[in-house]
């Protein structure tokens, strides 16, 4: 059930999955704030690793089936088409994030720095989003649909923290009276 080109399906089904999950990682905070569930921040960690297991999976199909490990061929893909460019930069953001997702890790590197790094997922789903969107030559309502469910999980983000921001400002002002 593959299809005439398996190689392809693999690698679209695991990118497409790593999509999903990476949009339903970021969109764990903004359902937990909205709704009140605290727990759902439980499956946060786990819903990254998955994007993580999905997108090692699409590289790995990348390199191995694709391009049968051949370094020179997978170097010029990358500098010649801009939308393995962009993948390939996206995946390499997750690295660090996959790497410190364990309590020791938040640990060591304390909530704040961790919490910094962590900020990395807004542009690897960007990026993620952008490759999708260049790969596909005809029809884009897909990766729009990704980008557009992306935009409004960083909307949320943007207005949570401008709302923050001028409550700290109207409280600064109000004690300095």
Known sequence: NLGANP???ITRSTGKWTLVFLL???GVTPLRKVSRLQWLIRFRRMFGLYAFFYVCLHFTTYIWFDQFFDIM???KDVIMRPFITVGFSSFVLLVPL??????RMIQRLGGR????LHRLIYFSAAGGVVHFLWLVKADLQRPLIYGAILMLLLGFRIAVWLRLTQAVK???K???V
């Open 7 to 9: 190689i392809e399906f």
């Open 24 to 26: 339903i990682t970021l």
């Open 73 to 75: 061929e997978m170097s």
């Open 98 to 103: 996959a790497l410190t997702s364990t309590r």
């Open 113 to 116: 720095r961790w919490q910094q």
């Open 170 to 172: 109207f409280i600064r």
């Open 174 to 176: 109000g004690s300095s």
